[in-house]
C-alpha cells in the first residue's frame, strides 16, 4: 500500500510536524463492542473523550452442587455487566474469574474443581486492575461481582485506591442470599427454601437463561444448611453467612468450611428453577445497575494520582 493511504476511520498524515499518536485517527462513529478486550486505542480513546466509567466483573470458580457449573459466580457478574453497559452506553471490562474461595476447596483428590486465590492475591489483583484503568483514564470502576466471600477480602484495597488516587470505586452485588430486592417477587421458594443461597432457585434460574445446557437438574438436591458438626447442638445455622446463632440470638461467627453447613454444596430448593426466571433477574438487576451508573456520573472525581508508576 503506497505510503499516505487512508483507511474508512484512520489516516496517516504526511505532515513534518506529526501529531500526537491518538491525533492521528479520525473520529469513531459508533463503538463496535462495549467489551474493552475487543477495542483498540483509537476506540477507547474516542470513548474517554465524553465517558470514563467501565464495569469490571468479578466472581469465583467454584462447587455449585452437582447440577451447577463451577463457573456460576462469574458467568453471573459477566452476563450483568455486558447487559448494563449495553444499556448504559458504557465499557466493561474482561472478568476477574475468580477469588477468594478458600472454604469451598474441600478435600484433596476429589475433583471438586474449585479454584480460590488467597486474600493478599485478590487484593494484588484488584489494585494492579484499577490502577491500569486509571492510568488509562477511567476515573469511576464499578466491580459487578457475582461472589459474596470476595467482600471479605476486598475492603481494604477499595479503600486503599480511593485514598491513593481520588478514583470512584463501587460494588454491585447481583446476587440474594438474605436479601432478594428486586428479584422477590419472582421467586416461589419458601423462606425456609432460600432462594437466594447457594445452587438455589436464583442461582438454578440464571444458569438456565445463560446456558442451559450447563444446568443438570435431575442432580440437583433439596437441602438445607446446618451447623457444624463440631459445635454443640445448643448452635445453628439456616444459610451460609458466616454467622451463627446461640439460644437463638446470632451473635457468633466462626470461620467454616462450605462442606460443614451444606455437605452437598446446595443450600435450597433448586427445583422451582425456570430459565424464564434467570431472564427476569439478569433483566431487572442489569437495568438496575444500569441506572445506577447514569446516577454516579454525577459524582465529581478529582484524581489526586493518575500514573501508575510503581508497576513492576
Known amino acids: 500500500m503506497r505510503a499516505g493511504a487512508c483507511f474508512e476511520t484512520l489516516c496517516t498524515l504526511n505532515d513534518p510536524e506529526q501529531p500526537a499518536d491518538h491525533e492521528r485517527y479520525l473520529p469513531m462513529t459508533e463503538l463496535h463492542s462495549r467489551l474493552l478486550t475487543d477495542l483498540a486505542p483509537p476506540d477507547i480513546q474516542e470513548y474517554l473523550k465524553t465517558d470514563d466509567t467501565i464495569l469490571m466483573p468479578m466472581g469465583a470458580v467454584e462447587m455449585h452442587g452437582y447440577h451447577l457449573p463451577i463457573g456460576t459466580d ?36 476429589r475433583g471438586m474443581g474449585t479454584l480460590t486465590f488467597r486474600g493478599e492475591t485478590l487484593r494484588a489483583i484488584l489494585h494492579d486492575t484499577t490502577r491500569s484503568l486509571i492510568h488509562h483514564g477511567f476515573n469511576r470502576i464499578i466491580f459487578v461481582n457475582g461472589h459474596t466471600s470476595n467482600t471479605k477480602a476486598t475492603d481494604e484495597v477499595f479503600r486503599q485506591l480511593r485514598y491513593e488516587t481520588g478514583a470512584l470505586l ?69 444459610d451460609a453467612s458466616p454467622d451463627v446463632k446461640f439460644e437463638g440470638y446470632e451473635y457468633f461467627y466462626f470461620p467454616m468450611e462450605h462442606q460443614e453447613m451444606a455437605p452437598h454444596g446446595v443450600i435450597g430448593n433448586p427445583f422451582r428453577a425456570t430459565a424464564e426466571k434467570g431472564e427476569q433477574i439478569f433483566e431487572r438487576f442489569s437495568d438496575h445497575l444500569a441506572r445506577a451508573v447514569e446516577e454516579l456520573k454525577k459524582v465529581k472525581v478529582d484524581i489526586v494520582s493518575r500514573e501508575y508508576i510503581l508497576k513492576a
Do not use: C
Open 74 to 109: 462469574i458467568y453471573n457478574a459477566m452476563e450483568v455487566s455486558k447487559r448494563a453497559a449495553h444499556k448504559a452506553g458504557v465499557l466493561y471490562g474482561p472478568p476477574i474469574w475468580t477469588g477468594y474461595s478458600p472454604h469451598h476447596l474441600r478435600e484433596p483428590e
Open 170 to 238: 463501587g460494588m454491585f452485588k447481583p446476587y440474594g442470599e438474605r436479601y432478594l430486592g428486586i428479584i422477590e417477587d419472582l421467586m416461589e421458594n419458601t423462606p425456609e427454601e432460600t432462594a437466594g443461597w447457594h445452587a438455589s432457585e436464583q442461582e438454578t434460574s440464571i444458569m438456565m437463561a445463560y446456558k442451559a445446557d450447563n444446568v443438570k437438574l435431575d442432580r440437583g438436591i433439596d437441602t438445607r444448611a446446618q451447623a457444624p458438626e463440631w459445635l454443640p447442638e445448643s448452635f445453628t445455622k439456616v
